[in-house]
């Protein structure tokens, strides 16, 4: 398969995909927080007052939804790729 081929499938997958659509009106950075919005909702393994570090942060969502949730908390972001800065995130 060519590489302009799986180029367009991804777009198009990406433009079908609920969770990319969900995340985008919700104003996050990416889809991938709405796993660890469920793995919070089944072991609330995140509370207030707590140190946590985003280890491969980019694009940040994540970190985007712990500074969210856990207002009292000290987060540290950590990737390679420059992460566009977070309210109450140490990058």
């Known amino acids: 398969m060519k590489k302009n081929k799986i180029s367009k499938d991804w ?3 990406q433009k079908r995909d609920i969770y990319v659509r969900k995340s985008k009106l919700e104003g996050y950075r ?3 927080i709405y796993k660890l919005k469920e793995i919070d909702n089944k072991f609330k393994i995140i509370k207030n007052g707590i140190k946590i ?3 491969g942060s980019a694009p940040g969502s994540w970190s985007q939804y712990l500074s969210e949730k856990s207002k009292n908390s000290k987060i540290m972001s950590i990737d390679l790729k ?4 977070i309210k109450n995130v140490n990058h």
Not at 82 to 85: G, H, M, P, S
């Open 11 to 13: 777009v198009n997958k």
């Open 30 to 32: 990416s889809r991938a």
């Open 53 to 55: 570090v985003d280890l």
């Open 82 to 85: 420059e992460v566009a800065r």
